[in-house]
């Protein structure tokens, strides 16, 4: 429950988002962890044995996934969720979003694979699928899984619960009030919906980058309640449409 290893932000958008209805995320993996991982990164592309073909943005040795999108045009990047310590074993989300990208090809059943599944942390998934062309949020504690939808082409991923029993958990409130995710999913709204229907990967890759708050105010480089204060470990754009996967 470290501010240290959460303040990531993402999107997802489609149909009247987007230029010609492309189905497309964008993300920022922020993490103030070890300078370690700002180095080495590395594009994984993977053929399983069983399963399906994926490609990656993680580093050597990673066996699981924090941003991937398979050969059937699943796409999943996760962000840290405000946690309880844990107290029994569980499995690693990095794990859950690997077998994802790795067995569905429906956005049921991803949602199905992380129902299953026991974190031993809490989690946001956020999930895309081109045959189902739209995406979702699964908000995932180690005792529930709740999914999140948007009555419009566009969601938008912070790192605070926004689904019943989970917005009003006492430890949300608390972080809502106390950090940066309600500041940093404002910004997005704001830029996304500035650039509806004209959403494409140069223009979601300016907003990722943006360095202002909300109201386009500048508050100085390296303010956390912008979408970008200068410290991600990588970014990655995702247009399920196409199969394109670009990794920064």
């Known amino acids: 429950d470290s501010v240290l290893i959460r303040g990531c932000t993402g999107f997802g ?15 920022n993996f ?15 592309f993977c053929e399983p044995a069983r399963g399906i073909p994926f490609i990656s943005l993680a580093w050597g040795g990673m066996v699981g996934c924090v941003s991937a999108m398979n050969r059937e045009g ?15 074993p569980g ?12 067995y569905a090809t429906t956005l049921d059943e991803a949602v199905s694979i992380i129902t299953e599944s026991k974190p031993f942390v809490s989690a946001f998934f956020l999930v895309g699928s081109r045959k189902d062309g739209r995406f979702i949020v699964v908000e995932k504690t180690p005792e529930r899984t709740m999914v999140r939808k948007s009555d419009t082409t566009l969601i938008v991923c912070a ?4 689904t019943p029993g989970l917005a009003d958990d006492p430890i949300n409130l608390a972080y809502m009030t106390n950090d ?9 709204l704001e830029l996304l919906r500035q650039a509806k229907g004209q959403l494409d990967p140069a223009r979601s890759a300016g907003i990722l980058r943006d360095r202002s708050i ?3 105010t500048f508050a100085g480089n ?18 399920l449409t196409d199969g394109i996967f670009w990794a920064s």
């Open 91 to 102: 499995t690693p989300t990095c794990l859950v979003a690997r077998k994802v990208v790795q």
């Open 74 to 88: 699943i796409s999943i990047t996760i962000n840290g969720a405000p946690s309880k310590l844990p107290r029994t």
């Open 222 to 239: 390296g303010h956390r309640s912008s979408l970008n204060p200068l410290i991600a470990t990588h970014s990655v754009l995702l247009d």
């Open 214 to 216: 909300a109201g386009g």
């Open 159 to 162: 790192n605070h619960y926004m």
């Open 30 to 44: 922020d993490w103030e962890s070890s300078p370690v991982f700002d180095r080495g990164r590395m594009v994984i």
């Open 13 to 27: 958008a489609w149909e009247s988002f987007t230029t010609n209805g492309h189905r497309l995320a964008g993300r």
């Open 180 to 188: 940066t995710s309600v500041a940093r999913y404002a910004r997005a």
